[in-house]
Protein backbone atom coordinates (compact mmCIF):
# COMPACT_ATOMS: atom_id res chain seq x y z
CA UNK A 1 0.00 0.00 0.00
CA UNK A 2 1.52 3.34 -1.06
CA UNK A 3 1.78 6.11 1.46
CA UNK A 4 1.66 10.05 0.51
CA UNK A 5 4.44 12.28 1.96
CA UNK A 6 2.17 13.45 4.57
CA UNK A 7 1.21 9.98 6.30
CA UNK A 8 2.96 10.37 9.24
CA UNK A 9 1.60 13.69 9.51
CA UNK A 10 -1.94 12.80 9.10
CA UNK A 11 -1.35 9.89 11.69
CA UNK A 12 0.19 12.76 14.00
CA UNK A 13 -3.44 14.52 13.60
CA UNK A 14 -5.12 11.09 14.83
CA UNK A 15 -6.84 10.80 10.87
CA UNK A 16 -8.47 8.00 9.89
CA UNK A 17 -7.01 6.25 7.51
CA UNK A 18 -8.71 4.28 4.88
CA UNK A 19 -7.43 2.53 1.29
CA UNK A 20 -8.21 4.80 -1.74
CA UNK A 21 -6.80 4.02 -4.76
CA UNK A 22 -3.77 2.02 -3.65
CA UNK A 23 -2.96 4.89 -0.98
CA UNK A 24 -3.24 5.46 2.89
CA UNK A 25 -5.22 8.46 2.86
CA UNK A 26 -7.15 10.03 5.51
CA UNK A 27 -11.02 9.77 5.85
CA UNK A 28 -11.63 12.17 8.35
CA UNK A 29 -9.78 14.11 11.73
CA UNK A 30 -12.43 15.79 13.58
CA UNK A 31 -15.51 14.23 11.45
CA UNK A 32 -16.49 14.60 8.02
CA UNK A 33 -19.50 16.81 8.71
CA UNK A 34 -17.40 19.46 10.70
CA UNK A 35 -14.76 19.83 7.98
CA UNK A 36 -17.51 19.71 5.20
CA UNK A 37 -18.51 22.33 6.51
CA UNK A 38 -15.74 23.80 7.41
CA UNK A 39 -15.18 24.26 3.52
CA UNK A 40 -18.44 25.43 3.03
CA UNK A 41 -17.90 28.34 5.40
CA UNK A 42 -14.28 28.83 6.00
CA UNK A 43 -11.18 27.23 4.74
CA UNK A 44 -10.01 23.51 4.84
CA UNK A 45 -6.32 21.76 3.34
CA UNK A 46 -6.24 18.72 1.86
CA UNK A 47 -3.80 16.36 1.22
CA UNK A 48 -4.35 15.35 -2.52
CA UNK A 49 -0.97 13.96 -3.46
CA UNK A 50 -2.17 10.65 -4.20
CA UNK A 51 -3.06 12.58 -7.39
CA UNK A 52 -0.84 11.30 -10.64
CA UNK A 53 1.63 14.29 -12.28
CA UNK A 54 2.64 13.16 -15.99
CA UNK A 55 5.10 14.97 -17.80
CA UNK A 56 4.51 15.27 -21.74
CA UNK A 57 8.14 16.93 -22.94
CA UNK A 58 8.91 17.64 -26.70
CA UNK A 59 8.45 19.61 -29.32
CA UNK A 60 4.93 17.80 -30.68
CA UNK A 61 3.91 17.92 -27.17
CA UNK A 62 0.34 20.25 -27.79
CA UNK A 63 -0.55 17.85 -30.85
CA UNK A 64 0.04 14.80 -28.81
CA UNK A 65 -2.47 15.93 -26.01
CA UNK A 66 -5.11 17.03 -28.35
CA UNK A 67 -4.68 13.30 -29.85
CA UNK A 68 -5.15 11.60 -27.04
CA UNK A 69 -7.34 14.25 -24.98
CA UNK A 70 -11.21 14.66 -26.11
CA UNK A 71 -11.07 18.41 -25.08
CA UNK A 72 -8.84 21.28 -27.29
CA UNK A 73 -6.05 22.26 -25.64
CA UNK A 74 -5.01 25.48 -26.73
CA UNK A 75 -1.44 27.14 -26.38
CA UNK A 76 -2.76 29.49 -24.32
CA UNK A 77 -0.25 29.71 -21.33
CA UNK A 78 -0.61 29.76 -17.57
CA UNK A 79 -4.67 27.83 -18.60
CA UNK A 80 -6.08 24.56 -16.94
CA UNK A 81 -8.10 22.49 -18.92
CA UNK A 82 -10.45 19.53 -17.76
CA UNK A 83 -10.11 16.91 -20.60
CA UNK A 84 -10.81 12.84 -20.99
CA UNK A 85 -9.02 10.16 -22.07
CA UNK A 86 -10.99 8.30 -24.13
CA UNK A 87 -10.71 4.83 -25.57
CA UNK A 88 -11.03 3.68 -29.06
CA UNK A 89 -15.01 2.37 -28.57
CA UNK A 90 -15.73 5.70 -26.96
CA UNK A 91 -15.47 5.44 -23.13
CA UNK A 92 -13.89 7.19 -20.53
CA UNK A 93 -10.33 6.01 -19.38
CA UNK A 94 -9.74 9.00 -17.22
CA UNK A 95 -10.49 12.44 -16.43
CA UNK A 96 -7.96 14.48 -16.22
CA UNK A 97 -6.21 18.56 -15.76
CA UNK A 98 -4.16 19.38 -18.39
CA UNK A 99 -1.53 22.17 -17.45
CA UNK A 100 0.48 24.12 -20.89
CA UNK A 101 3.57 25.06 -19.18
CA UNK A 102 4.15 25.88 -22.51
CA UNK A 103 3.18 24.23 -26.02
CA UNK A 104 6.67 21.93 -25.47
CA UNK A 105 6.03 21.19 -21.43
CA UNK A 106 2.81 19.67 -20.68
CA UNK A 107 1.76 18.53 -17.34
CA UNK A 108 -1.26 16.05 -17.05
CA UNK A 109 -2.74 15.53 -13.32
CA UNK A 110 -4.44 11.63 -13.31
CA UNK A 111 -6.73 10.08 -10.77
CA UNK A 112 -4.92 7.83 -8.23
CA UNK A 113 -6.59 5.06 -8.98
CA UNK A 114 -5.78 5.24 -12.69
CA UNK A 115 -1.95 6.60 -12.60
CA UNK A 116 -0.35 3.25 -14.17
CA UNK A 117 -2.97 2.94 -16.56
CA UNK A 118 -2.96 6.05 -17.89
CA UNK A 119 1.32 6.39 -18.29
CA UNK A 120 1.09 3.00 -20.03
CA UNK A 121 -1.71 4.41 -22.63
CA UNK A 122 0.01 7.27 -23.25
CA UNK A 123 3.36 5.39 -23.87
CA UNK A 124 0.99 2.65 -26.21
CA UNK A 125 -0.28 6.12 -28.28
CA UNK A 126 3.07 7.90 -28.75
CA UNK A 127 3.72 6.54 -31.81
CA UNK A 128 5.78 8.83 -34.07
CA UNK A 129 5.03 11.87 -32.38
CA UNK A 130 8.40 13.96 -31.19
CA UNK A 131 8.44 13.68 -27.11
CA UNK A 132 9.02 12.25 -23.99
CA UNK A 133 6.68 11.10 -21.71
CA UNK A 134 7.60 10.50 -18.17
CA UNK A 135 5.68 9.89 -14.71
CA UNK A 136 6.62 11.79 -11.75
CA UNK A 137 3.98 11.11 -9.41
CA UNK A 138 6.67 10.02 -6.94
CA UNK A 139 8.53 13.08 -6.84
CA UNK A 140 5.86 15.31 -6.34
CA UNK A 141 3.05 16.20 -3.75
CA UNK A 142 0.06 18.58 -4.12
CA UNK A 143 -2.52 20.04 -1.67
CA UNK A 144 -5.68 21.95 -1.69
CA UNK A 145 -6.63 24.95 -0.03
CA UNK A 146 -10.66 25.25 -0.77
CA UNK A 147 -13.54 27.44 0.51
CA UNK A 148 -14.35 30.91 1.05
CA UNK A 149 -11.63 32.08 2.65
CA UNK A 150 -8.82 30.44 1.19
CA UNK A 151 -7.74 33.68 -0.55
CA UNK A 152 -7.37 35.12 2.87
CA UNK A 153 -4.32 33.93 3.68
CA UNK A 154 -2.60 32.09 0.21
CA UNK A 155 -0.85 35.09 -0.47
CA UNK A 156 1.14 35.09 2.67
CA UNK A 157 1.45 31.42 2.95
CA UNK A 158 3.38 31.27 -0.80
CA UNK A 159 4.88 35.14 -0.46
CA UNK A 160 3.78 35.71 -3.55
CA UNK A 161 0.41 37.03 -5.13
CA UNK A 162 -1.89 34.38 -6.72
CA UNK A 163 -5.01 35.65 -6.08
CA UNK A 164 -5.24 37.54 -9.22
CA UNK A 165 -5.63 34.08 -11.02
CA UNK A 166 -9.10 33.45 -11.92
CA UNK A 167 -10.89 30.17 -11.98
CA UNK A 168 -9.17 27.29 -14.12
CA UNK A 169 -5.89 29.56 -13.92
CA UNK A 170 -2.23 28.76 -13.06
CA UNK A 171 1.27 30.36 -12.16
CA UNK A 172 4.74 28.87 -11.31
CA UNK A 173 5.97 30.89 -9.02
CA UNK A 174 9.39 30.61 -6.79
CA UNK A 175 8.92 29.37 -3.33
CA UNK A 176 12.08 28.57 -1.00
CA UNK A 177 14.72 26.78 -2.68
CA UNK A 178 12.53 25.84 -5.56
CA UNK A 179 9.35 26.48 -7.41
CA UNK A 180 5.85 25.65 -7.03
CA UNK A 181 2.70 25.80 -9.40
CA UNK A 182 -0.28 26.96 -8.06
CA UNK A 183 -4.01 26.87 -9.97
CA UNK A 184 -7.07 28.03 -8.48
CA UNK A 185 -8.43 24.90 -9.17
CA UNK A 186 -10.72 22.21 -6.79
CA UNK A 187 -13.06 19.33 -6.39
CA UNK A 188 -15.46 21.26 -3.55
CA UNK A 189 -17.63 23.40 -5.75
CA UNK A 190 -15.70 26.20 -3.61
CA UNK A 191 -13.18 28.82 -4.49
CA UNK A 192 -9.75 27.81 -3.95
CA UNK A 193 -6.21 26.79 -5.38
CA UNK A 194 -3.92 23.64 -5.59
CA UNK A 195 -0.31 23.59 -5.09
CA UNK A 196 1.75 21.09 -6.44
CA UNK A 197 5.72 20.79 -5.67
CA UNK A 198 8.77 18.57 -4.59
CA UNK A 199 7.59 16.67 -1.85
CA UNK A 200 9.38 18.34 1.21
CA UNK A 201 7.91 22.08 -0.20
CA UNK A 202 4.36 20.08 -0.01
CA UNK A 203 5.12 18.98 3.49
CA UNK A 204 6.63 22.50 4.77
CA UNK A 205 3.30 24.24 2.86
CA UNK A 206 0.82 21.66 4.81
CA UNK A 207 2.33 22.36 8.35
CA UNK A 208 1.99 25.92 7.59
CA UNK A 209 -1.35 25.84 6.00
CA UNK A 210 -2.68 24.41 9.45
CA UNK A 211 -2.25 27.78 11.09
CA UNK A 212 -5.17 28.66 9.64
CA UNK A 213 -7.02 25.61 7.61
CA UNK A 214 -8.64 22.83 8.72
CA UNK A 215 -7.42 19.81 8.09
CA UNK A 216 -9.81 18.04 6.20
CA UNK A 217 -9.88 13.95 4.47
CA UNK A 218 -11.57 12.32 1.54
CA UNK A 219 -14.93 11.24 3.25
CA UNK A 220 -16.07 15.49 2.97
CA UNK A 221 -14.05 16.06 -0.04
CA UNK A 222 -16.64 13.33 -2.04
CA UNK A 223 -19.41 15.01 0.12
CA UNK A 224 -18.61 18.37 -1.38
CA UNK A 225 -18.11 17.17 -4.69
CA UNK A 226 -21.14 15.55 -4.71
CA UNK A 227 -23.06 18.71 -3.85
CA UNK A 228 -21.87 20.18 -6.95
CA UNK A 229 -22.20 17.14 -9.05
CA UNK A 230 -18.45 16.90 -9.76
CA UNK A 231 -18.16 13.29 -11.10
CA UNK A 232 -15.68 10.41 -9.82
CA UNK A 233 -14.27 7.94 -11.41
CA UNK A 234 -15.40 4.95 -11.11
CA UNK A 235 -19.22 6.07 -10.12
CA UNK A 236 -20.40 8.91 -12.81
CA UNK A 237 -16.96 8.32 -15.32
CA UNK A 238 -15.90 4.98 -16.32
CA UNK A 239 -14.83 2.46 -19.14
CA UNK A 240 -18.34 1.84 -19.48
CA UNK A 241 -19.85 5.42 -19.62
CA UNK A 242 -19.65 7.59 -22.42
CA UNK A 243 -18.85 11.18 -21.91
CA UNK A 244 -22.18 12.48 -23.30
CA UNK A 245 -24.08 9.75 -20.76
CA UNK A 246 -22.12 11.60 -17.86
CA UNK A 247 -22.67 15.41 -18.86
CA UNK A 248 -19.14 15.52 -20.19
CA UNK A 249 -20.19 16.71 -23.75
CA UNK A 250 -18.64 20.16 -23.00
CA UNK A 251 -15.38 18.45 -22.40
CA UNK A 252 -15.78 16.84 -25.94
CA UNK A 253 -15.08 18.77 -28.72
CA UNK A 254 -15.83 16.43 -32.30
CA UNK A 255 -15.30 19.49 -34.25
CA UNK A 256 -11.33 19.44 -33.38
CA UNK A 257 -9.13 16.68 -36.17
CA UNK A 258 -8.97 13.19 -35.59
CA UNK A 259 -8.62 12.25 -31.66
CA UNK A 260 -8.96 8.43 -30.31
CA UNK A 261 -12.20 7.45 -30.17
CA UNK A 262 -13.85 10.38 -32.50
CA UNK A 263 -15.73 8.24 -34.87
CA UNK A 264 -16.91 5.92 -31.82
CA UNK A 265 -18.12 9.00 -29.73
CA UNK A 266 -20.13 10.80 -32.29
CA UNK A 267 -22.29 7.34 -32.65
CA UNK A 268 -22.59 7.53 -29.17
CA UNK A 269 -23.40 11.20 -29.53
CA UNK A 270 -26.23 9.96 -31.54
CA UNK A 271 -27.48 6.84 -30.34
CA UNK A 272 -27.41 8.00 -26.27
CA UNK A 273 -29.68 5.92 -24.29
CA UNK A 274 -28.59 6.65 -20.94
CA UNK A 275 -28.63 9.98 -18.63
CA UNK A 276 -26.73 10.90 -15.55
CA UNK A 277 -29.22 12.51 -13.23
CA UNK A 278 -29.79 13.96 -9.49
CA UNK A 279 -33.01 13.03 -7.81
CA UNK A 280 -34.28 13.57 -4.46
CA UNK A 281 -35.56 11.17 -2.28
CA UNK A 282 -39.37 12.15 -1.56
CA UNK A 283 -39.90 9.14 1.54
CA UNK A 284 -37.21 8.48 4.63
CA UNK A 285 -33.79 6.39 3.43
CA UNK A 286 -30.56 7.11 1.75
CA UNK A 287 -29.75 6.06 -1.92
CA UNK A 288 -26.15 4.25 -1.56
CA UNK A 289 -24.02 3.42 -4.59
CA UNK A 290 -24.73 0.73 -7.54
CA UNK A 291 -28.82 0.28 -5.24
CA UNK A 292 -30.74 -0.43 -8.28
CA UNK A 293 -33.34 2.26 -9.83
CA UNK A 294 -37.08 1.06 -10.77
CA UNK A 295 -39.63 1.67 -12.89
CA UNK A 296 -42.70 0.21 -13.80
CA UNK A 297 -41.49 -3.08 -11.79
CA UNK A 298 -38.48 -2.45 -14.16
CA UNK A 299 -34.87 -1.24 -13.79
CA UNK A 300 -33.58 1.48 -15.36
CA UNK A 301 -30.41 2.55 -14.00
CA UNK A 302 -28.79 2.85 -10.87
CA UNK A 303 -27.44 5.17 -8.16
CA UNK A 304 -23.93 5.86 -8.78
CA UNK A 305 -23.52 8.41 -5.68
CA UNK A 306 -25.97 9.24 -3.07
CA UNK A 307 -25.83 10.91 0.23
CA UNK A 308 -27.50 12.66 3.21
CA UNK A 309 -26.13 16.04 2.07
CA UNK A 310 -24.64 17.87 4.77
CA UNK A 311 -25.44 21.44 3.32
CA UNK A 312 -28.51 21.06 2.25
CA UNK A 313 -29.77 18.58 4.82
CA UNK A 314 -31.87 16.57 1.86
CA UNK A 315 -31.40 12.75 0.80
CA UNK A 316 -29.83 13.49 -2.53
CA UNK A 317 -28.27 11.38 -5.22
CA UNK A 318 -26.76 10.75 -9.17
CA UNK A 319 -28.03 8.01 -11.23
CA UNK A 320 -27.38 6.85 -14.40
CA UNK A 321 -31.26 6.00 -15.70
CA UNK A 322 -32.87 5.29 -19.24
CA UNK A 323 -32.61 8.72 -20.88
CA UNK A 324 -36.58 8.30 -21.03
CA UNK A 325 -37.14 8.77 -17.36
CA UNK A 326 -34.51 12.01 -17.08
CA UNK A 327 -36.43 14.99 -17.42
CA UNK A 328 -36.83 17.24 -13.85
CA UNK A 329 -39.80 15.88 -12.26
CA UNK A 330 -40.03 12.14 -13.77
CA UNK A 331 -40.80 10.22 -10.87
CA UNK A 332 -39.08 6.39 -9.99
CA UNK A 333 -37.92 3.96 -7.36
CA UNK A 334 -34.93 3.23 -5.80
CA UNK A 335 -34.41 -0.09 -4.03
CA UNK A 336 -33.19 0.83 -0.83
CA UNK A 337 -32.51 -2.99 0.76
CA UNK A 338 -36.11 -4.17 0.50
CA UNK A 339 -37.78 -0.98 0.32
CA UNK A 340 -38.85 0.74 -3.03
CA UNK A 341 -38.26 4.52 -1.90
CA UNK A 342 -39.65 6.93 -4.57
CA UNK A 343 -37.46 9.76 -5.81
CA UNK A 344 -37.77 13.04 -8.20
CA UNK A 345 -35.07 13.78 -10.67
CA UNK A 346 -34.22 17.19 -9.66
CA UNK A 347 -32.07 20.21 -11.48
CA UNK A 348 -28.07 19.62 -10.86
CA UNK A 349 -25.74 20.65 -9.51
CA UNK A 350 -27.67 20.36 -5.88
CA UNK A 351 -24.86 23.07 -4.82
CA UNK A 352 -24.53 26.50 -7.00
CA UNK A 353 -20.81 26.47 -7.27
CA UNK A 354 -18.51 29.47 -6.28
CA UNK A 355 -15.66 29.80 -8.16
CA UNK A 356 -13.50 33.09 -8.56
CA UNK A 357 -13.65 34.00 -12.16
CA UNK A 358 -12.69 37.81 -10.82
CA UNK A 359 -10.91 38.87 -8.45
CA UNK A 360 -12.67 41.59 -6.36
CA UNK A 361 -10.34 44.02 -4.29
Known amino acids: MKKTILYEKHLELNAKMVE????????????????????RNNVGVFDVSHMGEII??????????????????????NKVTYTLLINEDGY???????????????LLVVNASNIEKDFAWLLQNKGTFNLNIRNLSDEYGLIALQGPKSKNNVNQLLEHIVTDLNFMQFKIIPYKDLFVIVSRTGYTGEDGFEIYGRTHLIVDLFNESLNFAKPCGLGCRDTLRFEACLPLYGHEISDEITPFEAGLGFAVKLKKPSFIGKEKLLLHKQNQTR??????LLDKGIARESY?????????????????????????????VDKNYSNIGDQFYVSIRKNQVLAEVIQK?????????????
Do not use: R
Open 20 to 39: FGGFLMPVSYEGITQEHEAV
Open 56 to 77: VEGQDALKFVNYIGSNLISDEI
Open 92 to 106: VIDDLLVYVITPQKI
Open 275 to 280: KLVGFK
Open 292 to 320: PIMKNDKEIGYVTTGYLSPTLGSALGLAL
Open 349 to 361: PFYTKKYQTEEKN
